[in-house]
């Protein structure tokens, strides 16, 4: 089993920025690829970036490339997601998302374990 526990959402101004925290326990962290994902109101949860198990390896949405910056620290069990130069559409509900695998994927049916999600909302 794997606890995580997302932190750092709330309200923001367009343009300003976020940081996620995803604090894990339970296996062994570094067993795991992790990711973010966010679901708006009435819609599915879809893949926003990912790292992998060591933390070589990172993988963006298009959309979010060159504004957020995944990262991880196995050495406290956490996992970051740095939002810059929000925009509105970036509203939504993020979950943090672990799957026991060398390599993170896109889809959030192949993750094992989720978070309780925390919301980012963007004002205009």
């Known amino acids: 089993q794997v606890q995580l526990v997302e932190s750092g959402g709330g309200l923001v101004q367009a343009g300003g920025s976020l940081r996620l925290s995803c604090a894990a326990s339970g296996r062994t962290f570094s067993s795991f690829a992790m990711a973010w994902f966010r679901q708006g109101p009435g819609s599915e949860r879809k893949f926003v970036a990912a790292i992998s198990r060591s933390g070589d390896r990172t993988y963006y949405e298009d959309s979010v490339k060159g504004r957020f910056t995944i990262s991880r620290d196995n050495a406290k069990n956490a996992v970051y997601l740095q939002m810059n130069s929000l925009k509105p559409e970036d509203t939504a509900v993020y979950y943090c998302?672990?799957?026991?695998?060398?390599?993170?994927?896109?889809?959030?049916?192949?993750?094992?374990?989720w978070g309780q999600g925390t919301q980012v909302t963007v004002s205009s």
């Open positions: 998302g672990a799957i026991f695998s060398i390599t993170p994927r896109r889809l959030a049916h192949e993750y094992d374990y």
